[in-house]
C-alpha cells in the first residue's frame, strides 16, 4: 500500500480542525503500519481518511449509513464498497490479510459480534489495525475537568455521561480491558500505544463548538465546507502557520493517553 507523506495541510482542506488533527495522528499512526491486501476498512464513512492517507485505492469499504456511502462512492477510494453493519460482512472466511478501523469501534453498542465477524474475515497470518479511546478520553474534556476541579465529582461524571451520550461513545477502556475484550474474541495484542495527550484533548474540545457552522453544513450538504477555494485559502494563511506542530503524533504513558492504538493477529 502507497501512504501519502504529507496529512495536515491536505486533512484540514477537507475537515474542521479537531477532528482533523486527531485524524492526522491516526494517518501517522497507519501509515507506519504494514497493509497487505485484500485490506478492509470497516466504518470508512464518507471516504475521507482514505482520501488523505493513501495514494491508492483500499480493496473494500464498509458503512452502513447511506449517504455517508454515497459520498465515499464520489471520492473514489475503494475499490468496493459496501453498505452493512459491521456483524455481517457478505465476504468469505479469511477474505482480508489486513482490517483497520479508525475511531469506529467505539461507536458501536453491541462491539463482541462485530469483533468476530472481523475475526471470520481475517486470514490467518493476517493484521488487524484499531485506534479507539481510553477511559481518559472523556475526562480529557474541558467540561470534566473544570467540574473536576471545582470538587463536583457528581457533576463531573453526569457530564461525562453526557458527553459519551452525544458523541455516541459505548466504549472508553483503559488498555487492560481493551486487551480482554479482544482476547475474548479470539485476537491476540501484537503490538499498543497511547496517544492524544490531555492538553491535546483539551484543545480539540475547545475548538469543536468553532465549527458548528461546518456541522450545520455537513448535515445540509454532506460536505465539510460550502466553499472548498475559501476553505483553502484559510488553511493557507491560518490553519498551516498556527496548528501544524500539534499535527505530529506524540505517544503518551501507559494510562495517560485519551486515545490508544493497536495491532492484533488471531490467537
Known amino acids: 500500500m502507497k501512504f501519502k507523506k504529507i496529512f495536515f495541510q491536505d486533512y484540514i482542506v477537507t475537515a474542521p480542525l479537531p477532528l482533523a488533527l486527531e485524524r492526522c495522528w491516526e494517518c501517522e499512526i497507519q501509515s507506519a503500519q504494514n497493509f497487505l491486501r485484500p485490506i478492509l476498512d470497516l466504518g470508512c464513512g464518507e471516504g475521507l481518511f482514505a482520501l488523505n492517507l493513501v495514494d491508492e485505492k483500499i480493496d473494500v469499504g464498509v458503512e452502513p449509513n447511506p449517504v455517508e456511502l454515497e459520498r465515499a462512492h464520489s471520492l ?3 475499490i468496493e464498497l459496501i ?3 459491521g456483524d455481517s460482512i457478505p465476504k468469505q472466511d479469511k477474505s482480508f490479510q489486513t482490517i483497520f478501523s479508525n475511531s469506529v469501534l467505539e461507536h458501536i453498542p453491541d462491539i463482541k459480534p462485530v469483533l468476530l465477524e472481523l475475526h471470520r474475515l481475517l486470514a490467518d497470518n493476517g493484521q488487524a489495525y484499531f485506534t479507539l479511546p481510553t477511559d481518559k478520553f472523556d ?14 465529582k ?3 461524571l453526569q457530564y461525562k455521561n453526557m458527553f459519551n451520550k452525544f458523541w455516541r461513545h459505548y466504549h472508553c477502556y483503559n488498555k487492560a480491558d481493551w ?3 479482544f482476547n475474548q474474541c479470539g485476537f491476540k495484542v501484537k503490538a499498543q500505544f497511547e496517544y492524544a495527550s490531555k492538553t491535546q484533548c ?3 474540545n475547545i475548538a469543536t463548538p468553532l465549527c458548528l457552522f461546518s456541522f450545520v453544513v455537513k448535515k445540509l450538504t454532506n460536505r465539510w ?4 477555494p475559501l476553505r483553502k485559502l484559510v488553511t493557507k494563511l491560518i490553519h498551516v502557520p498556527l496548528f501544524s506542530f500539534l499535527a505530529h503524533l506524540n505517544t503518551q504513558p501507559s494510562g495517560k493517553g485519551g486515545l490508544i492504538f493497536f495491532a492484533l493477529e488471531k490467537n
Open 76 to 78: 473514489n477510494k475503494y
Open 83 to 85: 453498505g452493512c453493519f
Open 139 to 152: 475526562q480529557y474534556s474541558v467540561g470534566y475537568q473544570f467540574l473536576s476541579g471545582l470538587g463536583l
Open 154 to 156: 457528581g457533576f463531573a
Open 179 to 181: 486487551e480482554l475484550l
Open 202 to 204: 483539551i484543545f480539540n
Open 225 to 228: 465546507f460550502l466553499l472548498p
